[in-house]
């Protein structure tokens, strides 16, 4: 099973400033198929989860272009560039690319 | 627009069955992998199963195993869970998501176990 690993566990931020939210793998998430199934999911407190990024990078229609993905391999990252009071909440990675698919534990942005 | 509608939650006894459906409109269903996915209150998320575009390869969390039967319609643009033996620790919201990255979820419905 591929474990996903994210790291602050919670991440207090100035309105205005920005976060990065880092998720390791155990293994490479690249794909037979040549995708990388890395996604990054926002749950608002009382909300369902949306998904902000998928395969990476890409920004899902609707997200603002605040929230930005990066990485490779078993290394990703998640990055708000201004954070926003509306982007409180928990921020989920999963990956896709082997069953079981797995969730990191989460990551809780919070205003300071 | 993209949406997908879970239905089917409530309350039931542990050791009996629930089926959930997820309705999908606004893309082609017979296109994707489609997974199911749950979250007890307070925790994390936690996969469940997937299916193939064309309802042929399945695939569970060891904790559903033998118990849970994922499928689907695509004439009817529908997943479904089917759920039997239930236990306490199955209590969640259930999610659909669309496959294989699971891109776009629905609003989840709650599934209680409980005598």
């Known amino acids: 099973e591929i474990v996903m690993t994210q790291t602050p566990l919670s991440s207090p931020v100035t309105l205005g400033q920005p976060a990065s939210i880092s998720c390791r793998s155990t293994?490479?998430?690249?794909?037979?198929?040549?995708?990388?199934?890395l996604t990054w999911l926002q749950q608002r407190p009382g909300q369902p989860p949306r998904v902000l990024i998928y395969?990476?990078?890409n920004r899902v229609s609707g997200v603002p272009d605040r929230f930005s993905g990066s990485g490779a391999g078993t290394e990703f990252t998640l990055k708000i560039s201004r954070v926003e009071a509306e982007d409180v909440g928990v921020y989920y990675c999963?990956?896709?690319?082997?069953?079981?698919?797995?969730f990191g534990g989460g990551t809780t942005v919070e205003i300071k | 627009q993209l949406q997908l509608v879970e239905y089917g939650g409530g309350v039931v006894q542990p050791g009996r069955s629930l089926r959930l459906s997820c309705v999908a409109s606004?893309?082609?269903?017979?296109?994707?992998?489609m997974h199911w996915v749950r979250q007890a209150a307070g925790k994390g998320l936690d996969w469940v199963a997937v299916?193939?575009?064309?309802?042929?390869?399945?695939y569970y969390a060891d904790s559903v195993k033998g118990r849970f039967t994922i499928s689907r319609d695509n004439s009817e643009n529908t997943l479904y869970l089917q759920m039997n033996s239930l236990r306490s620790e199955d209590t969640g919201v259930y999610y659909c998501?669309?496959?294989?990255?699971?891109?776009?979820w629905g609003q989840g419905t709650l599934i209680t176990v409980s005598s």
């Open positions: 999963m990956q896709a690319k082997q069953i079981p698919h797995t």
């Open positions: 293994q490479s998430l690249v794909h037979s198929d040549g995708h990388t199934y």
């Open positions: 395969e990476i990078s």
């Open positions: 606004g893309f082609t269903f017979s296109d994707y992998s």
């Open positions: 299916i193939s575009y064309h309802g042929v390869n399945k």
């Open positions: 998501a669309r496959g294989p990255s699971a891109d776009h």
